[in-house]
């Protein structure tokens, strides 16, 4: 856009502006439904059980330094090391991924003024945030989970678990599930409905291909791990059989169950972060991505081969030799289009010419990771290999490169190259730079020296070791590691949040993007654009002549659509202007309902079944009461 | 744009089946509530998988001192379930084509059947809980579990026609036709999976 607005284009301004003003404060927070703040929320509440797990990793690594140590005791070790693992994957990465950065940049990306369905997007952080804080009150209560994040039976059976740590888990994760499940429909529809006029799905940035891909997996993976742990809860609570021997179930059950839904899981981790790469690569190298039909391609069928591929995490309980042989070979395939990625990738920074700004060195980072970690989950496949190592720290170390070094780098890096869009200004660079390598050199150091005693025997969850093994160097060195990249992520904060008073004001597309968002100004209005983009080809920012085109609208006062919160719905396929919607503004029902639902999974854990069915006839009243305000007549 | 509806105009009953002839794609709420079937099947097809594995696990399904269960009633009140797709077909037809009255008597025609589905149903499994338990055996924890789930669907689809009835009490608009056709495909989805779980449920007897 015009960055000096004519009188006739700034009457247009005027009026969105009036038209789509949130509400002040408190009650704004608690009542929006606009996707930017919705997905600052997300970020806010991810960092801070981002926090969480971070300290719970240090204090793993600390209770690790030396042998012997009483940092911990072997039951709050226990605690701490499963609730780091469910804090940082369904805490963290996947709400930090999905909820921050989709949500602030995927309708940007693709022209739209909101998501699809914006109360049902506040509802979804609504519930993320219970099912967290549900969680950690129950470790803050002394009843944390202990029976590590996947949690199997039957150490994880009342028999062996009596108290309602896992009862904790299990309900906080279904909980949770509502919430996730919401945010990926929410997503599939907005990029299926929303995208500009002219974005058919060739046109469409890499960014939102991996999302799509994400939303789908996520959309086929959450309910079996939904069931599997209503089946737990059931088998605890009311005595129920599912995996208990004794009366006909089998605890093999929950194991398939849990890792139909986790290995998709990873792919759905690591996904997001191949959509970062995608869009600060062309950023960082003045050229468009190598082989983008392949490389969306690639995405989805990372997240489809992901569904089949479950069993590899049980190589070593028994399984017939032929199962666990077409899980090898499954295992295998998925090289394949990771390969086409990661080729594309290196490819298009070699062909281009780079400039080596902190985000784009988080790319670099994320791509050694994520070639260390992929090689050893290639080793993973072979049969032998992977029962000799499986449970020790090779598998601790293989896991940490792929979901820290390769899902967590590319979403640093992200914070970096959108800062400027969402604060307009600019970070400081040199701490930058020296942020990534800290927090480079603390990943390598901290996860690569776990191969090493992983191959020597160490297994994991152990709460600690004797000093005669061999381990105790590697382990210093591992923990020392640890607080290295604990340093390095407090400077990227620390960075950030004083460039968020002092940064330099930067304007709405210092970096030279490609694609839509940065023609929007930072940080970018309620509405996002003045005038409905027009698109012709996947780097939008780069068809100066488009982007002329949509200012010179805007003098028109054509296509703002400014009778009320209106967006516009395109087809499916070709992106053809299809209708104009009116989508809702602030409304109390998404936290309402939330809170409705958190009251059930509270009753729910404490027993008081009528209470709890109480609180579902309130949740399906705040439903009705939702449905009475429509947004056409808003 | 020539030729583009607005929502926010499509308030009355014309107006929202114009807008229903005009627009080319599929609206976001079809769209939203045919994803939220594609997740509960996924749920339904991992409850069932895990009756299948606990059956072939098991040396005699049912269990020794269990019967199997009896075929005629759970089929033929499945069939008379199935049927309500037609009065429910049949009202999403009438919205979309501004016909409020026949719409909702045609909702409530369903609704009623439904609600009967779902009184013998619960009687049955009453009957059941009567003869053997959910915690003595895998057997019954998955029986019950299966039938449980289905009809919680049940009630939830009633809850939503309910809404809906007194919703068109004031007239129809975009925001309810889509409504209707929304309600419309969760049952044709319940409705699907009330022949698979009735076929699993009795397929010891099959």
Not at chain 2, 52 to 59: P, V, W
Request: aromatic share 14%; hydrophobic share 55%; proline share 6%.
């Amino acid at each position: 856009m015009a960055t000096v607005a004519t009188p006739a284009a700034q009457r247009h301004l005027d009026r969105l502006e009036r038209i789509w003003a949130e509400r002040e404060g408190l009650t704004g927070w608690l009542t929006t439904t606009d996707h930017k703040r919705i997905g600052l929320l997300y970020l806010f509440a991810s960092l801070a059980f981002f926090a969480a797990g971070g300290v719970e990793a240090l204090l793993i690594r600390t209770q690790l330094l030396v042998p012997n140590a009483g940092v911990l005791s072997p039951d709050a070790y226990n605690e701490v090391f499963t609730m780091h693992g469910v804090t940082m994957v369904f805490l963290f990465v996947i709400p930090i991924s999905i909820g921050a950065f989709g949500n602030y940049l995927v309708p940007l990306m693709i022209g739209a003024r909101d998501m699809a369905f914006p109360r049902m997007n506040a509802l979804s952080f609504w519930l993320f945030l219970g099912s967290g804080l549900f969680m950690y009150v129950g470790l803050f209560l002394g009843n944390g989970p202990d029976a590590g994040w996947f949690d199997y039976v039957p150490l994880a059976s009342k028999q062996f678990t009596p108290s309602s740590g896992i009862d904790f888990y299990a309900l906080g994760l279904i909980f949770n599930g509502v919430s996730t499940t919401a945010a990926s429909i929410n997503f599939i529809v907005t990029i299926f409905k929303l995208r500009a006029p002219g974005m058919s799905l060739n046109r469409m940035p890499l960014f939102c291909y991996a999302f799509l891909a994400v939303s789908f997996a996520l959309v086929f993976a959450l309910p079996p791990l939904t069931a599997a742990l209503s089946f737990l809860e059931l088998d605890r609570r009311l005595g129920f059989h599912f995996y208990d021997v004794a009366s006909g179930g089998d605890p093999l059950l929950w194991q398939h169950l849990f890792w139909i839904f986790g290995h998709p899981e990873v792919y759905i981790i690591i996904l997001p972060a191949f959509g970062i790469a995608t869009s600060i690569i062309p950023t960082f190298v003045r050229r468009k991505m190598v082989a983008f039909p392949l490389v969306a391609l690639a995405e989805i069928l990372v997240a489809f081969i992901g569904f089949g591929v479950w069993a590899h995490h049980m190589f070593a309980v028994g399984l017939a030799t032929i199962t666990t042989i077409y899980f090898a070979a499954a295992s295998l395939i998925i090289v394949i289009p990771s390969g086409i990625q990661l080729f594309a990738w290196i490819t298009t920074i070699f062909t281009g010419t780079p400039r080596f700004k902190t985000p784009l060195l988080f790319i670099l980072g994320f791509i050694v990771f994520f070639i260390m970690g992929g090689l050893t989950g290639i080793m993973f496949a072979a049969i032998p290999f992977d029962q000799q190592t499986t449970d020790t720290y090779f598998v601790v170390a293989h896991f940490h490169f792929v979901i820290f070094g390769a899902a967590v780098f590319p979403i640093l890096g992200g914070f970096y190259y959108w800062f400027p869009k969402v604060t307009g200004r600019m970070y400081h660079e040199g701490v930058g730079k020296l942020s990534f390598w800290l927090t480079f050199a603390g990943t390598a150091v901290t996860f690569f020296p776990m191969h090493i005693v992983g191959l020597l025997g160490m297994p994991r969850r152990q709460y600690t070791y004797p000093p005669d093994l061999g381990w105790s160097f590697l382990n210093f060195l591992e923990s020392i590691g640890s607080y290295v990249l604990g340093a390095g992520l407090v400077l990227i904060v620390a960075n950030l949040a004083v460039s968020l008073l002092r940064g330099e004001r930067v304007g709405n597309d210092p970096w030279g993007g490609d694609t839509l968002e940065w023609s929007a100004t930072s940080p970018p209005p309620a509405y996002n654009y003045p005038v409905i983009p027009r698109v012709t080809s996947p780097y939008a920012m780069w068809d100066r002549d488009d982007r002329q085109a949509d200012a010179r609208r805007l003098e028109r006062g054509e296509l703002t659509l400014e009778r009320g919160h209106e967006t516009p719905a395109s087809t499916v396929l070709d992106a053809e202007w299809d209708e104009i919607l009116e989508m809702p503004s602030h409304s109390w029902m998404p936290v309402l309902l939330a809170a409705a639902l958190a009251a059930v999974f509270t009753m729910l854990l404490l027993g008081h079944w009528v209470t709890a069915g109480a609180f579902s006839a309130v949740a399906a009243l705040v439903l009705f009461g939702w449905h009475m305000q429509e947004p056409q007549e808003a | 744009m020539n030729g583009v509806t607005r929502s926010s105009e499509a308030t009355s009953a014309i107006a929202a089946a114009y807008a229903e002839r005009r627009r080319r794609a599929m609206p976001s709420g079809v769209w939203g509530v045919a994803l939220l079937v594609a997740t509960e099947a996924a749920l339904f097809g991992t409850v069932l998988a895990s009756y299948y594995y606990l059956r072939f696990d098991a040396a005699r399904w049912p269990p020794a001192g269990i019967e199997p269960p009896d075929v005629a009633l759970p089929l033929a009140l499945t069939g008379a379930l199935v049927l309500t797709s037609v009065p429910v077909l049949l009202a999403t037809v009438a919205a979309r084509r501004a016909r409020v009255g026949s719409a909702w008597g045609l909702l409530l025609l369903a609704l009623l059947a439904q609600a009967g589905y779902l009184a013998v149903q619960i009687l049955l499994f009453k009957r059941d809980l009567g003869v053997f338990s959910p915690r003595d055996t895998a057997y019954g924890s998955i029986y019950f579990t299966l039938l449980g789930l289905h009809h919680l669907h049940v009630v939830v689809g009633l809850l939503l026609e309910l809404g809906l009835l007194v919703k068109l009490l004031g007239g129809l608009t975009n925001y309810r036709v889509i409504g209707v056709r929304a309600v419309a495909i969760y049952w044709y989805f319940v409705n699907f999976m009330a022949v698979l779980v009735v076929l699993t449920q009795l397929s010891p007897s099959l």
